[in-house]
């Protein structure tokens, strides 16, 4: 991996989401806050926080319900796990799907920064097959693209909540931080 050209990708990304944020119709920042929207808040990039892991999924794909925001329950499958170290911790989170042919793999977590730097309700990371995913098949979490979900924006939205099994006793310093209207 060249730390260069992927230190300007994410840029490249904070910078169109940004503008999306900004200036789209759909976006969750509120409409009366748009016009002072200088930028959402990032952690610098940090190659330390992007892994190349295998994904141990699940024999059986067990369905759980995650409540969200709203107070609704959302079955979701518990797909599989991943396993890696921040800092000489290992760590494992849940990766979750919606529905069993979907592409994608949601990963909710929160750690030692949700409350404080980041978002009390922790952050997100969404998988995508086949743009996740290294010549050999191995995800790529890279924590540098972690989200805040839109609930953090504006009461207008319902998000899942991270299920305890997803709370790291590590800090994630990468990915966005809470938001500063």
Same mark, same amino acid.
């Given at each position: ?61 067990k ?5 969200? &925001?709203? /107070?609704?329950? =959302? ?9 890696? @170290?921040? +800092? *000489? ?18 990963v ?9 730097? &980041?978002? /009390?309700?922790? =952050? ?9 995913? @290294?010549? +050999? *098949? ?44």
């Open positions: 991996m060249n730390i260069e050209a992927w230190k300007r990708q994410i840029e490249r990304e904070r910078k169109q989401k940004d503008r999306f944020f900004k200036e789209h119709w759909q976006s969750p920042i509120p409409e009366k806050d748009r016009r002072g929207f200088k930028g959402l808040r990032y952690f610098p990039p940090n190659a330390t926080y992007r892994f190349e892991l295998e994904l141990h999924e699940h024999p059986q794909k369905i759980v319900q995650i409540e969200d &925001t709203g /107070g609704n329950l =959302r079955s979701m499958f518990r797909w599989g796990e991943f396993r890696f @170290t921040v +800092d *000489g911790t290992e760590c494992v989170l849940q990766a979750y799907k919606s529905d069993a042919r979907e592409p994608v793999l949601f909710p977590f929160k750690d030692a920064t949700s409350g404080k730097e &980041t978002y /009390g309700a922790g =952050r997100y990371l969404d998988l995508h097959d086949p743009e996740d995913r @290294t010549a +050999d *098949g191995k995800w790529i979490l890279d924590f540098n693209k972690a989200y805040n979900p839109w609930c953090a924006f504006s009461w207008d939205f319902v998000c899942p909540y991270v299920p305890p099994e997803n709370w790291l006793k590590v800090p994630i310093l990468a990915g966005e931080m809470s938001y500063q209207s």
